[in-house]
Nanobody, 121 residues
């Protein structure tokens, strides 16, 4: 069994910062790409940022230069540093990871439970 557990969401004023964390735990063989997605009310889930195990990153245009994704491979943890937050960043943020469970040969796509980020004055 593999789980992704997120933390770090909350309420912040426009222009503020938050840092999200997501740790993969359980019977893990290896972890490949990890990322963050978000879903605002009435909208589809969208990509925010992804990171390969080698550190290559990809960002949505709307968050470039404001958000930074990083990871600690030894701890199977991915972070999202969010700066200069805007009201339109308000959403539920989901962690995602491709994990090869122990004794498996294929990678499986796992999702966290989501953490609410609200940007409001």
């Amino acid at each position: 069994q593999v789980q992704l557990v997120e933390s770090g969401g909350g309420l912040v004023q426009p222009g503020g910062s938050l840092r999200l964390s997501c740790a993969a735990s359980g019977s893990i063989g290896s972890v490949s790409a990890m990322g963050w997605y978000r879903q605002a009310p009435g909208k589809q889930r969208e990509l925010v940022a992804t990171s390969t195990s080698g550190g290559a990153t990809n960002y949505a245009d709307s968050v470039k230069a404001r958000f930074t994704i990083s990871r600690d491979n030894a701890r199977n943890t991915v972070y999202l540093q969010m700066n200069s937050l805007k009201p339109e960043d308000t959403a539920v943020y989901y962690c995602q990871a491709y994990v090869r469970p122990r004794f498996y040969t294929n990678y499986v796509n796992y999702w966290g439970q989501g953490t609410q980020v609200t940007v409001s004055s």
